[in-house]
């Protein structure tokens, strides 16, 4: 049936296309009239340009239809709008070629007119008609909008997005958490013990009585946790709000490892859930959505992102406000800021009240960032250069550790950088420093020391180099760090003194939305009072993009 309807597409192009080639190859016959009859002879070569014109026309019908991602070979794609039938398609434009209120530029100028003065034009048929009055009527590449649009209740545009994805995972070692979700490699030392699995389905460190952890002990696993589905609705503007454009996205994958690591029987996380409002270069987001700090992430580890291990940032709710101030020129200056929930991440109960501390201190986090984005001397790459930081609290209520506080503080300042050195190259990375960084990843997963009462302490960020030499490949190479202050980290039972990694990423964008990737992970931490750990960890995925 498919190829039928192909081949019906392909039959009715080329009969349109013959009857306009036919019906221009009368014309130049026709031209040998006697001259005396001007009049008829102005009439033919008004229609030979007006049958030009036609052919035109229909190359530009081709070319939208094209765009629109329906061609006679080609069906809508990856569109995630509903698909239309040819034949429906091939309606829309008889639609609007029969059209009689399109005027098609430029206007034949034929010098006969009506007893009442109306201009009369040729018609392809070598009648004559009234040329109608130019109307904004829709274009041929809108009707076909129209007709792949979701019309929703409430009006506006529904965008279904996504991709499946399987990842298959080997490590030389042993990670904690898991190899699957990896902070820190765990120590290579006989003293250090791990198990039996906790309450999180995760193993117990360090474990009492535990089995001690070996050297190159290799595991491997695999899943389809990052998976991804989402809904984004655009279109709408609010009306007592200034006409503000609205969106409003849903996003979730099946990364809940938490609640349940077993791969086979993965649980849905939401990934983002906001609505946003939208007045030129100003806008409000509340929701769920990315952190403000730390805006960008490496190329490799999608599952955490390089989490602990030197990237910072994770999602939580908020509200944002953002402003991106055209300066002319293709210069922008970005300016964000939002306050922010606590406890996104750690959900930390210090002073063992049941309360969580960063709720407990009544308050919310703040956040901001200024960034320049600029043209780079790489025609049609832009170059972005942020600082950032952020501000936020905890509370126990009851005092603890050696230095008997209650009350403590987060903070980090930072800067990002993503600048094109070539036109397939470019260097991307973030740089950090603050003090109680659990609930934002970093310090290692450490934000408070509890024996002694305070802060740790924490610097780290990353960097790698991208490279794109050809349209199917990439490679990015880098380093992450996530370093805490030794001090900071005494008494503490497992205190990680230093996190670093060395990574090769390989992406290969095969087309029509598939890409598979093969990884190459180092990573060594240090430990105050274990030696330290170190593994490889090697990952292949594969993702079909829709």
Avoid at 200 to 205: C, K, L
Avoid at 383 to 389: K, N, R, T
Wanted: proline share 6%; net charge negative; glycine share 12%.
């Amino acid at each position: 049936m498919k190829r039928t309807q192909t081949m019906t597409s392909r039959n009715a192009l080329l009969g349109i296309a013959c009857g306009l080639m036919l019906f221009s190859a009368q014309s130049p016959a026709t031209a040998q009239l006697p001259p005396a009859d001007q009049d008829w002879r102005s009439r033919v070569e008004g229609l030979e340009k007006q049958n030009q014109e036609l052919l035109e026309m229909l190359g530009e019908m081709r070319n939208l239809l094209k765009q629109a991602g329906i061609t006679p070979d080609k069906g809508s794609g990856a569109t995630v709008e509903p698909p239309i039938k040819r034949d429906d398609v091939k309606q829309i434009v008889n639609d609007y070629l029969n059209s009689g209120t399109v005027t098609r530029e430029p206007k034949v100028e034929s010098g006969v007119t009506t007893e009442d003065g109306r201009p009369l034009v040729p018609a392809p048929d070598g009648t004559w008609i009234v040329q109608q009055e130019e109307k904004k009527d829709k274009t041929l590449k809108e009707r076909i909008s129209d007709a792949l649009t979701v019309n929703m209740k409430g009006g506006g545009k529904l965008q279904i997005y996504g991709f499946p994805r399987g990842d298959i995972y080997f490590g030389s070692g042993k990670f904690f958490p898991s190899l699957e979700v990896p902070f820190f490699a765990l120590p290579e030392d006989p003293r250090f013990t791990t198990g039996p699995v906790g309450s999180t389905f995760f193993p117990s460190v360090p474990g009492v009585p535990g089995v001690p952890v070996h050297d190159d002990d290799s595991t491997f696993t695999g899943n389809a946790r990052l998976t991804r589905i989402g809904l984004l609705h655009t279109g709408n503007k609010a009306k007592w709000l200034w006409d503000a454009d609205l969106e409003g996205r849903i996003e979730m994958d099946f990364y809940n490892t938490l609640d349940n690591p077993i791969a086979s029987r993965a649980l849905p996380r939401i990934r983002h859930g906001y609505g946003k409002a939208t007045w030129g270069g100003f806008s409000i987001l509340v929701g769920q959505y990315w952190d403000i700090i730390s805006p960008l992430y490496p190329t490799i580890n999608d599952d955490l992102l390089m989490w602990n291990a030197g990237n910072t940032g994770d999602r939580r709710p908020q509200v944002r406000f953002n402003w991106d101030i055209d300066c002319g020129y293709d210069r922008h200056v970005i300016l964000t800021t939002g306050i922010t929930a606590t406890d996104a991440v750690d959900r930390s109960d210090f002073g063992g009240d049941g309360f969580f501390d960063g709720e407990d201190t009544g308050a919310p986090g703040f956040q901001g960032r200024l960034a320049v984005k600029t043209p780079s001397w790489c025609d049609g790459k832009s170059s972005e250069v942020g600082v950032w930081g952020l501000v936020s609290g905890d509370a126990t209520n009851v005092p603890i550790g050696l230095s008997r506080r209650s009350h403590f503080t987060s903070w980090i300042v930072g800067a990002d950088w993503d600048v094109p050195l070539l036109p397939k190259v470019a260097l991307r990375g973030e740089a950090w420093y603050g003090s109680n960084l659990d609930d934002y990843r970093g310090g290692i997963d450490q934000g408070i020391n509890g024996v002694l009462g305070r802060e740790i302490d924490a610097w780290g960020g990353w960097t790698e180099l991208v490279v794109k030499p050809r349209d199917w490949y990439q490679l990015a190479a880098g380093v992450t760090v996530d370093d805490p202050r030794n001090g900071d980290v005494l008494g503490s039972a497992f205190g990680r003194t230093q996190n670093v990694v060395y990574y090769l990423g390989n992406r290969f964008p095969v087309g029509g939305g598939l890409t598979f990737a093969f990884d190459f992970e180092f990573w060594r931490t240090d430990f105050l009072g274990f030696d330290h750990g170190d593994a490889q960890r090697i990952k292949f995925w594969l993702m079909q993009v829709f």
